[in-house]
């Protein structure tokens, strides 16, 4: 009888043993120069091995912790993991079981959309999309759950999901890599979106950009875009800020337009909410606060101040704002689609802000209809009156002669809302977690103003879907099933590119070992390498969009030169 100690020595010698048979077999083939003989092996969605498969994964599907930094939807940033949410479970081992259910299952991550999510079963995302593309594997999740049963840690995330799409920031309560969204999954928030959601975070991101642009002035112009901003945090933008409305020229502005700024409260809120005009009454507080400016730096609050879109361009006498619509499938690397959306009319009326102290419009539409309860025939008549789409927008300008030609939508208008798109995304990407499962749709707010001057006015994070309009719920439903396809394109392709190379290394590039941790990967850094690339998102060939899909894509870099902003940014602005 051997002892348990020669025991151990005899079968280290023999996992010894193997590795060295296996590095002489080998030799010093590489991924790249064994194209031929493994891709007879790939024609299949499915693991040769998938006992073998797990365990490679197993080392190579390495679990990087996030920073509570990159939450900063809430200020200051941090997670939220004690705190028990939805009554779901927080399952340390739950990525494993996921591992364990993509080697047996691998097909369903082709043939199937599964979906986890936190809507509402009256909303359209879950009582129409959903059903209409794929499954609900955990309907009984919601915010309609008794108080009690959220409350618990009751619920098991179930391991055959693979689309999370919730209105909530579940990163936040669940850790990413470890109790939800594995490998084989795509989540709809990115840690590091709060940049665009919280006003100072993207005035300030504004303004970083704007300067490190200073010598290429033809590269971004802040005014095309964004109106002039002064963040009173800021002393040298506090100080000029103070120094201008204490000139004669501002009193001169004044005299002129009525209103000159506005000043926004920094954190989350939209539709108007934080906003104030910077009329008579407000500039005296300001000037109070500040001390005529001799207090900057020393005042803590974010207050934000911004030039005011004074000469709106009306529809009929009412003010309106574009919503369109941005889809940021991947942060490695970043791609994002744009999406038309639709004009949002006001039902009241507008009334220019006189010249007096008062005054209290914002730069958004206010009591629009699409934010007001709208659940009976008369409100969808209102609605359907008060959301117009970019056509109806071209007619009615080119019937009051602002514009020549249906063209202009084309060849100004959406031309202009993409490029935007393209450099808000630039302008914050430095903030988003690089993670090849997390994307976002946001809602972007833009105005015209009377001389037809496209204004940003601010990004909505889980913005509301929703409509009593048949015509705008068709459009906002195909929209939704166009971007799952996208989302869904990208995880099928990183899927398939995962079981291609767990194939080739399952042929004769690791040894098997069933004694101590299941398997042995030499030049293992190579191969976490190696699997890093593999795992960014790049569409695969066979899963390429379809045509008719209505998501344009502006951003890919995967894509060398101006063609990864689809020309909107030239080579020298790179």
Same mark, same amino acid.
């Given at each position: 009888?051997?002892?348990?100690?020669?025991?151990?020595?005899?079968?280290?010698?023999?996992?010894?043993?193997?590795?060295?048979?296996?590095?002489?077999?080998?030799?010093? @083939?590489?991924?790249?120069?064994?194209?031929? &003989?493994?891709?007879?092996?790939?024609?299949?969605?499915?693991?040769?091995?998938?006992?073998?498969?797990?365990?490679?994964?197993?080392?190579?599907?390495?679990?990087?912790?996030?920073?509570?930094?990159?939450?900063?939807?809430?200020?200051?940033?941090?997670?939220?993991?004690?705190?028990?949410?939805?009554?779901?479970?927080?399952?340390?081992?739950?990525?494993?079981?996921?591992?364990?259910?993509?080697?047996?299952?691998?097909?369903?991550?082709?043939?199937?959309?599964?979906?986890?999510?936190?809507?509402?079963?009256?909303? &359209?995302?879950?009582?129409?999309?959903?059903?209409?593309?794929?499954?609900?594997? %955990?309907?009984?999740?919601?915010?309609?759950?008794?108080?009690?049963?959220? $409350?618990?840690? @009751?619920?098991?995330?179930?391991?055959?999901?693979?689309?999370?799409?919730?209105?909530?920031?579940?990163?936040?309560?669940?850790?990413?890599?470890?109790?939800?969204?594995?490998?084989?999954?795509?989540?709809?928030?990115?840690?590091?979106?709060?940049?665009?959601?919280?006003?100072? &975070?993207?005035?300030?991101?504004?303004?970083?950009?704007?300067?490190?642009?200073?010598?290429?002035?033809?590269?971004?112009?802040?005014?095309?875009?964004?109106?002039?901003?002064?963040?009173?945090?800021?002393?040298?933008?506090?100080?000029?800020?103070?120094?201008?409305?204490?000139?004669?020229?501002?009193?001169?502005?004044?005299?002129?337009?009525?209103?000159?700024?506005?000043?926004?409260?920094?954190?989350?809120?939209?539709?108007?909410?934080?906003?104030?005009?910077?009329?008579?009454?407000?500039?005296?507080?300001?000037?109070?606060?500040?001390?005529?400016?001799?207090?900057?730096?020393?005042?803590?609050?974010?207050?934000?101040?911004?030039?005011?879109?004074?000469?709106?361009?009306?529809?009929?006498?009412?003010?309106?704002?574009?919503?369109?619509?941005?889809?940021? *499938?991947?942060?490695?690397?970043?791609?994002?689609?744009?999406?038309?959306?639709?004009?949002?009319?006001?039902?009241?009326?507008?009334?220019?802000?006189?010249?007096?102290?008062?005054?209290?419009?914002?730069?958004?539409?206010?009591?629009?209809?699409?934010?007001?309860?709208?659940?009976?025939?008369?409100?969808?008549?209102?609605?359907?009156?008060?959301?117009?789409?970019?056509?109806?927008?071209?007619?009615?300008?080119?019937?009051?002669?602002?514009? @020549?030609?249906?063209?202009?939508?084309?060849?100004?208008?959406?031309?202009?809302?993409?490029?935007?798109?393209?450099?808000?995304?630039?302008?914050?990407?430095?903030?988003? *977690?690089?993670?090849?499962?997390?994307?976002?749709?946001?809602?972007?707010?833009? %105005?015209?103003?009377?001389?037809?001057?496209?204004?940003?006015?601010?990004?909505?994070?889980?913005?509301?879907?929703?409509?009593?309009?048949?015509?705008?719920?068709?459009?906002?439903?195909?929209?939704? *099933?166009?971007?799952?396809?996208?989302?869904?394109?990208?995880?099928?392709?990183?899927?398939?590119?995962?079981?291609?190379?767990?194939?080739?290394?399952?042929?004769?590039?690791?040894?098997?070992?069933?004694?101590?941790?299941? *398997?042995?990967?030499?030049?293992?850094?190579?191969?976490? @390498? $190696?699997?890093?690339?593999?795992?960014?998102?790049?569409?695969?060939?066979?899963?390429?969009?379809?045509?008719?899909?209505?998501?344009?894509?502006?951003?890919?870099?995967?894509?060398?030169?101006?063609?990864?902003?689809?020309?909107?940014?030239?080579?020298?602005?790179?």
């Amino acid at each position: 009888m051997f002892s348990l100690r020669t025991l151990v020595l005899i079968i280290g010698l023999l996992n010894a043993a193997a590795v060295l048979i296996f590095l002489v077999n080998s030799g010093s @083939k590489s991924y790249a120069k064994k194209q031929e &003989l493994y891709t007879q092996h790939l024609q299949q969605y499915k693991f040769n091995e998938p006992v073998l498969a797990f365990n490679i994964l197993r080392k190579l599907d390495r679990f990087r912790k996030i920073s509570s930094d990159y939450f900063n939807t809430l200020k200051p940033p941090r997670s939220l993991y004690y705190e028990k949410f939805l009554g779901l479970k927080r399952d340390e081992d739950y990525c494993l079981r996921v591992r364990g259910y993509l080697v047996d299952h691998p097909e369903t991550y082709f043939n199937e959309k599964n979906f986890m999510t936190d809507f509402s079963p009256e909303s &359209l995302i879950r009582s129409k999309v959903i059903p209409d593309i794929g499954y609900d594997r %955990m309907p009984n999740i919601s915010f309609l759950l008794p108080k009690k049963e959220r $409350e618990k840690r @009751k619920f098991d995330i179930k391991p055959n999901i693979n689309l999370f799409y919730f209105s909530s920031p579940l990163h936040l309560y669940q850790e990413i890599g470890r109790n939800f969204l594995c490998l084989p999954h795509m989540y709809n928030h990115i840690p590091g979106i709060g940049t665009l959601a919280r006003k100072e &975070l993207m005035a300030k991101a504004v303004i970083d950009y704007t300067t490190s642009y200073q010598k290429r002035p033809q590269c971004f112009e802040l005014r095309k875009f964004f109106p002039e901003t002064f963040l009173l945090d800021n002393k040298e933008h506090c100080t000029n800020f103070f120094r201008y409305i204490q000139a004669e020229e501002y009193q001169n502005e004044k005299r002129e337009k009525g209103i000159v700024f506005i000043r926004k409260t920094g954190g989350e809120g939209h539709k108007g909410e934080g906003i104030q005009v910077v009329n008579n009454e407000e500039e005296k507080a300001l000037l109070n606060t500040y001390d005529n400016g001799a207090k900057c730096g020393d005042v803590e609050k974010s207050h934000i101040i911004q030039r005011y879109i004074y000469n709106p361009l009306l529809l009929d006498g009412h003010k309106f704002d574009i919503r369109v619509y941005l889809l940021i *499938v991947s942060t490695n690397p970043v791609i994002a689609y744009y999406h038309d959306g639709f004009l949002r009319v006001s039902e009241y009326g507008y009334e220019a802000a006189d010249k007096s102290d008062s005054g209290d419009d914002d730069d958004s539409p206010t009591r629009l209809l699409a934010d007001a309860p709208a659940n009976n025939t008369k409100e969808e008549k209102k609605e359907s009156y008060n959301t117009w789409d970019l056509e109806k927008l071209s007619d009615y300008l080119r019937e009051n002669k602002l514009i @020549k030609s249906r063209k202009w939508i084309d060849e100004y208008l959406r031309a202009s809302l993409q490029e935007a798109l393209i450099h808000i995304v630039r302008m914050t990407q430095g903030s988003y *977690v690089k993670h090849s499962g997390v994307y976002e749709l946001l809602g972007v707010d833009f %105005m015209l103003d009377a001389n037809l001057n496209l204004w940003y006015l601010e990004s909505n994070i889980s913005p509301v879907i929703r409509s009593t309009a048949s015509l705008k719920e068709k459009a906002l439903r195909e929209m939704l *099933v166009d971007m799952f396809e996208i989302v869904h394109s990208h995880l099928k392709s990183r899927v398939k590119r995962i079981i291609d190379y767990v194939n080739w290394l399952s042929l004769d590039q690791v040894v098997d070992n069933k004694y101590l941790d299941g *398997v042995i990967i030499p030049n293992i850094e190579d191969r976490f @390498k $190696e699997f890093d690339e593999l795992n960014k998102n790049k569409l695969e060939s066979q899963f390429n969009i379809t045509e008719t899909n209505g998501w344009v894509k502006i951003i890919d870099e995967n894509v060398e030169g101006k063609g990864r902003y689809m020309g909107y940014i030239h080579a020298e602005c790179l």
